[in-house]
């Protein structure tokens, strides 16, 4: 009996000790307690061992067995215009492309962090990149004079000219899209990251981000800064900010709880309708929804949730109409997780049709980012960012343009964005803006 019963202790305490590790690894995971943060860096160093070495490749890159760029080039379908593209080299270099529809380069920008912003104050340790790339591009626009400005994603706004030298640089955490308006001023998501309880977001708990509309000034200076929480809370929509809890007694959230990705205004050259020219449109990714608010009293006055999934990239089409880039992550390559491009009735309640959507003979995914370009004949070019592909489809939805972003040979890389230039932009523009500034004394 003696030995049954001590057998029977020896079980139960096993157990205890087992149910004990199993909460406190819950409760250590949500609340970052030891071992978290120390396993997470033993991860992270091991995954930056396998991609120095060549073992296992980054995010950006994969395999493939294309050997082709192009692969339909249709000019009497496709629009005029060079392409403007941003991705990561096979050497891990940061570069801006422009190309022309054969892919041909015709200008490029090379772009390094460490070299760009080499004591970046303004960021916290954490984030501060260790290796190249350190980041990626994400959001660019380029200027009549051939500046470009562009997000190093998370990081900072830069400015650099023709020839890639630095005009000024924003120390803010930028992120996503860049806007360019009528009056030449950008507009740009923010974020800033909060270890400490905010008074005015209860059950808001520390590390979280939060996320600023930013209106910043052709010499980079930021004009407006809005706060998106606040808007929301001013809108009596709070309820928005806390559709990522998942306790039943608490509104507990932590984190990226909304993800803004997109700010753009409305314009003048489009007729007014339900939009009127200075309206903002935002796009929160973690929260599936679209926002369109009037700048000067703050108003919501189109907000649509649940018709799309994890979109990017909501462009204004008319007054009454948006345009955006539907993720719809599910399922990869399947019916069901096709990505989309749908377009939103503000009249009709946020009514959604859905423009194109891949098929199974051309699948058409990307599980994140992406982005979308209107032309005025109907035509679209898409970037499949994940997929490393840009294309263009006329209004029957047929593909007249397609590219593939091998950056070395079995190597495709992402995309963060394709983007056509005005016709202006010519290799004569290039070509003559860089000699002229690049080599003046």
């Known amino acids: 009996m003696g030995k049954k019963s001590d057998i029977f202790a020896l079980y139960l305490f096993v157990a205890s000790l087992m149910a004990g590790a199993f909460i406190y ?15 997470k860096r033993i991860i992270n160093s091991l995954v930056d061992i396998q991609e120095a070495t060549g073992t296992r490749l980054p995010w950006y890159h ?3 067995t294309r050997t082709t760029k192009v692969t339909v080039n249709d000019d009497e379908l496709t629009t005029s215009g060079l392409i403007a593209i941003s991705t990561i080299s096979a050497d891990n270099e940061m570069i801006v492309q422009v190309i022309d529809r054969s892919a041909n380069i015709i200008h490029e920008w090379k772009i390094d962090w460490f070299q760009i912003w080499p004591n970046p104050d303004h960021l916290p340790e954490n984030v501060r990149p260790q290796s190249r790339p350190g980041t990626h591009i994400h959001g660019m626009v380029l200027l009549d004079n051939g500046d470009l400005v562009f997000n190093f994603e998370g990081l900072g706004l830069v400015r650099l000219n023709i020839c890639g030298e630095v005009v000024w640089r924003l120390p803010y955490r930028t992120h996503h899209s860049i806007h360019l308006d009528e009056s030449g001023n950008f507009w740009v998501a923010g ?3 909060y270890t400490e309880p905010l008074t005015r977001l209860p059950n808001y708990k520390p590390p979280f981000e939060e ?11 930021i004009i407006t800064e809005i706060s998106v929480s606040e808007l929301i809370q001013e809108n009596g929509l709070s309820g928005l900010l806390y559709l990522s809890t998942r306790v039943d007694d608490a509104t507990l959230v932590s984190g990226d709880t909304l ?3 997109d700010v753009e205004t409305f314009p003048s050259s489009l007729a007014s309708g339900v939009f009127k020219r200075g309206d903002i449109m935002i796009s929160l990714r973690n929260i599936n929804t679209i926002i369109v608010f009037d700048k000067e009293d703050r108003k919501i006055k189109f907000q649509s949730t649940g018709n799309f999934l994890r979109q990017h990239d909501p462009d204004f ?9 539907d993720n719809n992550n599910l399922y990869p390559q399947s019916d069901r997780g096709n990505s989309r491009i749908v377009r939103l009735s503000a009249e009709h309640g946020g009514r959604v049709n859905t423009v194109y959507s891949g098929t199974v003979d051309q699948p058409f995914y990307s599980s994140k980012m992406g982005k979308h370009q209107l032309f005025s004949n109907g035509n679209i070019l898409i970037t499949e ?3 490393g592909r840009a294309f263009e489809i006329n209004r029957k939805g047929n593909v007249v343009w ?40």
């Open 191 to 193: 974020q800033i990251t």
């Open 402 to 441: 397609e590219y593939f972003n091998l950056v070395d040979d079995g190597l495709l890389a992402y995309l963060s964005e394709a983007q056509s230039l005005p016709v202006n932009f010519n290799k004569e523009f290039f070509d003559n803006n860089a000699k002229r500034i690049c080599q003046s004394p």
């Open 211 to 221: 996320f600023t509309i930013l209106e910043v000034s052709p010499n980079g200076q």
């Open 259 to 261: 993800h803004l990705n």
């Open 317 to 325: 089409v008319d007054g009454n109409t948006i345009s955006l880039f």
């Open 385 to 387: 960012s994940m997929a």
């Open 25 to 39: 690894g819950v409760f250590a995971y949500k609340n970052e307690l030891f071992p978290v943060p120390q396993v």
């Open 62 to 64: 994969k395999k493939t």
